[in-house]
């Protein structure tokens, strides 16, 4: 495989559950990124990591754990959401933080009931 | 963070021009102007970017204004693979200053 890839591309859960997004990417780069986007707002940047270091943290609540075992995987940790968590969860990565483009994977679709 | 204002939605025919405009009235010096779309059902990709001077790719055409306030991605020949939301981005130079901030974008639509 080649990209950005996310999986599950789907998720229902209920507001109980603990249930985890993995993101993977094939091309090298050394920083990724958790992006959320709802139905009524902008995307919006969750948490950078750049040499599997936390970087950023943009007031991300605390049912929303990220972590980054190595260059190639992000994973999400969900637990205890809320029905207004329900969105398009997005990873991206770059070579850097500072590189200018960002590769995006297709997402996953979050489902909170 | 500054701003970028675009209109919601705009519509082309399928093989003419496009010119989506953006307008960034309060840019600073160092910011890049960034251009990502998003297709039904993807993530954004990357278009084409810039800082002062317009650039080509083999996407599309970024052309900036003299004092800066505002671009228009161009793209040359639209087709119906092109109809996605457009965002224009300013993203600064200095170090640290590597987000994205995504605002609600230009919805493209192209007739056949």
């Known amino acids: 495989e080649t990209g950005v890839t996310q999986t599950p591309r789907h998720l229902v859960m209920g507001m109980t559950n603990k249930k985890s997004l993995k993101c993977e990417q094939h091309l090298g780069h050394n920083a990724m990124y958790w992006y959320k986007q709802s139905a009524k707002k902008p995307l919006e940047l969750m948490f950078v990591?750049?040499?599997?270091?936390?970087?950023e943290n943009n007031s991300v609540p605390s049912r929303f754990s990220p972590e980054c075992p190595n260059s190639s995987h992000l994973f999400l940790h969900l637990h205890t959401l809320q029905p207004e968590d329900s969105a398009l969860y997005l990873c991206a990565s770059s070579q850097d933080r500072a590189a200018y483009e960002q590769y995006f994977g297709p997402g996953t679709r979050l489902t909170v009931t | 963070d500054a701003k970028t204002t675009q209109p919601n939605s705009m519509e082309s025919n399928e093989e003419e021009p496009v010119h989506l405009p953006c307008n960034h009235s309060?840019?600073?010096?160092?910011?890049?102007i960034h251009w990502y779309r998003q297709l039904p059902s993807q993530g954004p990709e990357y278009v084409i970017h810039?800082?002062?001077s317009n650039v080509n790719n083999r996407m599309a055409s970024l052309a900036i204004a003299e004092d800066r306030k505002s671009s228009t991605l161009i793209l040359h020949r639209a087709t119906l693979r092109d109809a996605a939301v457009y965002y224009c981005?300013?993203?600064?130079?200095?170090?640290?200053?590597?987000?994205?901030?995504f605002g609600k974008g230009t919805k493209l639509s192209v007739i056949p």
């Open positions: 309060t840019i600073s010096g160092t910011d890049y």
């Open positions: 990591y750049n040499f599997k270091e936390q970087t």
């Open positions: 981005i300013l993203r600064g130079g200095g170090a640290g200053s590597y987000q994205l901030t």
């Open positions: 810039g800082l002062t």
